[in-house]
Each structure stands twice: as structure tokens, then as C-alpha cells.
């Protein structure tokens, strides 16, 4: 090193300047007091370092669900995990590691099972696809749930919308259908009621209008004779009847057989008073549901039947 250096009153790059006053002895000299500071600063360093990522790896633990509690807290120079028999909220800002809001919940537990008043948020064991074949505008739906695919036996409810879009369950009724059960490609002379989604638009019947909202046809042609298929007489089985828009020309009577499907499709779906038996594909209720149906289903509601066997109705 050049003597002008010294002479300047600089010092050699990484040294101590020289003390004002000489130290005492066995004090350490100045290589060594800037070593010692140099090596004081490093474990500062590495300190705070092992602090971040030890947060930064908590951090991820909780996010991701991984750690004891998912959550750190701080507590005086350390970081520890929260005991892990304590419960934690869950996260609810958004997640850096994986670009979602946090975990996700169910719906209320309001919105899934009755409410105080009696009301539901859905309609009760109906899947998805049947629920969307439903219009939007739709405010009563009947659902007849049959027992089994190949079973007689069925329960028909009205459900009627509230005006806040919840539903309300009327009383569940017991009915029949088709001797042989459900079907969803109904042909003439199968035995097996119609699956699906369909209107109710006309009623009619053998005896005089009991208070129809629906358009009422009464007429003496709505005569059923002969037994049914358990020698039960069909003796009174039209007095009333509500015709299921299933292969048929809405705004007519029930009685109008014109077929958009064609004939091998069957028709004369219909609503009509029980028997005490099962039907050729129809679904039928006692005299008192069906006359309480026709002075209950309103064409303003745009009312419509969801029907077939509960599994596939649930499905």
C-alpha cells in the first residue's frame, strides 16, 4: 500500500481505525473486536432468516391444512404452533398458494333443511336434471314418487312456491300408476306410467266443476267401465280428471286424442279418481285429493307434474 494513503488518513479496507487511546492489556486488539462484530451480525442475520421462513412455512401449513392447528401465533422472542387440540376458524382472505378465497362451505343449514315456518329451500328428492326440466316461473310442482320401477304404488305432493322462491309441501297423498310401473319411453299399451316433467293445463270430468281454476270440461263422455286389474270397479274413475300434457295438444279437453308423437306413444295420460288399483299408465288419487287438486292448481302458478319412481326421480 502506498505511503500517501497513510499519510491521508485512510485505513486498509476492512480494519479498524487505530484507537485514540492504546488498550489496556489483554484487551482484544482491533482485527479481532471487528472479526467478533462481523460474527455477531452473521447470527443476527441468520436468526432473522430462519424467523421468515419458519413463518412463511407455518404460513403454507395452515393454508394448505397441513400443520397441527393451520395456525401460528406469536409469543414473545419466539414462534410457536397452536396447540393442536385447540379449534381454529378457518382461513377466510384470499390463499397466495392457491389462488382461491379459502375453503369452501356448504349452504347455510338454513338453506337445507325446513325452516322454522315450514318452508324449503329445494324440493325434496329431486336431482339436479329434474329440478332444471322445472320453469323458472313455475310456482306449484306436484310430485308423484312411485315406490319402485315396477311397483303400483305412488305418493303425490303439491309443492307451492312462497314469495320469497322457497317451496311449502302440501299433505303427502297415496296413490296409484301403471300396473307395471315407470317408464321413461312410454309406449301404447305397456302398462307403465310416463317419466318426466309435464304441464297441467285442462281438467274435465263426469261430474260438474267441484271450483277448477284449470279450464273445466265437463262432459258425459268421462265414463270408465268394466274392473280393473284387481276386479276393482272403474265405476266413477273419470268424475274427475286433470290431464297430464304428455303427448297431447294443450288448451283442449282431456277427451281430445290428437297424439304429436304419434299413436305408438300412447296418450290419455291423466289424473283421474283411484280405483282402489293400479292403472293403465294414469296416476289416480281419491275423490276428495282430486277435487282439493282442481280447486288448488292455478294456471297463473303454471303448475306442472314431475312424476316416474322416486330412484329415478333422485337420480
Known sequence: MSGSHRANGSRRRGHAPRPDQPRAAGAPGPRAQTRGRRRKARRRRGRAAAGTLTLLLAAAAGWLGLGPGGMLAAHGKGVALSAPDQPLPSPTGPNPFLGTDGPHTDAPAADRSDRADGTLAQLPGLGAGYLARIPAGTAQVLVAAGSGKDAADTTVTLYSRTPDGRWRAGTAWPAHNGFAGWTADHREGDLRSP??????????????????????HQDDAFVAEGSGFTGDSLAGAFDYVVAIDYNRVAGSSPLDRREPLGA?????????????????GCVSLTEDHMAELLRTLDPAAHPVIVMGDAASLAA
Open 195 to 216: 317419466v318426466g316433467v309435464f304441464p297441467l293445463s285442462d281438467a274435465g270430468g263426469l261430474k260438474g266443476d267441484p271450483g277448477s281454476k284449470l279450464p273445466y
Open 264 to 280: 305408438a306413444r300412447g296418450g290419455g295420460i291423466w289424473l283421474h279418481v283411484d280405483h282402489g288399483g293400479p292403472t293403465h
